[in-house]
């Protein structure tokens, strides 16, 4: 059961994934279709990123309140349509509406996800568990570009959207049929907005937990920059076609599932901390690869890739860990942290894959020292966070701990 509920959680992680891999080699051929350059073709991306992130804000919670299938399940439905509105899309406004409407729904198996985890496992064994979720997951993103391109050339750029209707709807039907209810209604958060909105405070509030968010976010964005700029990089700066995404994804998940892999055989062996701080020494290592490979060579395969590769080893490796120590801090919350969690790394994906990407078009260089800089403020961040003086005071989880418990005592009064 624990392995059949790994696959279900790994692919309804691939579901966002897909949305964002799949349609990669079609990006020039959108603009073309709708006459609009490549800046406002970029835009497919990074509104899909932006609701991406905000609705997952609200998934966490509102699986703590009314379950985590039903949640899933409606947002699988959203994504279907959302999905078959971008195949038919008549205009390039439309294709941005049905991508934020997209985008909005592909969060929830990600975030619910994660939450079902802490339900039914605890320590090193869930730090095992989410490993093995990110080595299956880290096949969409390899296999993803690789198909869109064959999708691509063979039917068009409105087959990629197809494709994810069908599959969001077999995510629906495999849900229905195979993933069990995690949360008891016993075990379930009262819904009232009042309370809700005072556990987020406490999250908030907390410096430790929003410092390892962020760890979270600039560590993964090295990986959102070079998503971000795949079509750029592919067909621009190591000038190949369509169909050969494969050169920068299958190095660059190749790591991500080594490192997974590797991560979970060795989460009952060696501490969290340690963890930690191999993968940040492994993900410096690939950074720093890829730039002195710029500054010495010109763009060419398999070197400019490899140090994607060696990066997202030590991202892999080093993620479970710190996401369990962000998850820890509120055990009565955990579908909560996880969409903190989870909003506050896609926001960072979005702003670097939408905003910082295309100012680093064109060069290899460029982009490596934008993953290098990325691991540097995540390694700042996750040192902060180790530190006593960023522990939550006392005095303010007290205040909101009574918050929540007046808000609590007055909704049961009415």
Known sequence: MQRVMTVILAFLGMVGALAIDTYLPSIPAIGREFAVGPVAVQQTLSIFLFCFAFMMLFYGTLSDSFGRRPVIMVALAVYTVASLGAALAPSFGALLAARALQGLAAGAGSVVGAAMVQDRFKGAEAQKIMSHIMMVFGLAPAIAPIFGGW??????????????????????LLVWRALPE???????????????????????????????????????????????????????????PETAFGWM??????????????????????????????????????????????????????????????????????????????????PDNRGLSSSMLSFIQMIAFALVSGLVAPLLFGSALKLASGMLAGVVLAFVCWRLSAMKRFAVPAAAASAVDAEVAAVASLERSI
């Not at 964005?221 to 070079?226: A, D, M, T």
């Open 182 to 240: 995690s949360l008891p209604l016993d075990k379930r958060a009262r819904f009232h907005p009042g309370e809700i909105a005072a556990n987020y405070l406490k999250v908030l509030i907390n410096p430790r937990f929003v410092l390892l968010a962020l760890t979270v976010g600039m560590a993964s964005g090295g990986l959102s920059l070079y998503i971000g700029s795949a079509a750029n990089f592919v067909m621009e700066i190591l000038r190949l």
């Open 249 to 330: 994804f299958i190095p660059l998940i190749s790591g991500m599932v080594l490192g997974s892999a590797w991560a979970g055989k060795a989460a009952a062996k060696v501490a969290p901390v340690r963890m930690k701080w191999i993968g940040f020494a492994i993900m410096f290592a690939g950074a720093i690869a890829g730039v002195v490979h710029g500054l010495l060579f010109a763009p060419a395969i398999p070197w400019s890739v490899l140090p994607l590769m060696i990066f997202t080893f030590g991202l892999a490796a080093a993620m479970p860990a710190i996401q369990m120590s962000a998850f820890e801090l509120f």
């Open 151 to 172: 999708l691509h050339v063979h039917f068009g750029w409105r087959a990629t959207f197809y494709f994810l209707a069908i599959f969001g709807c077999l995510m629906w």
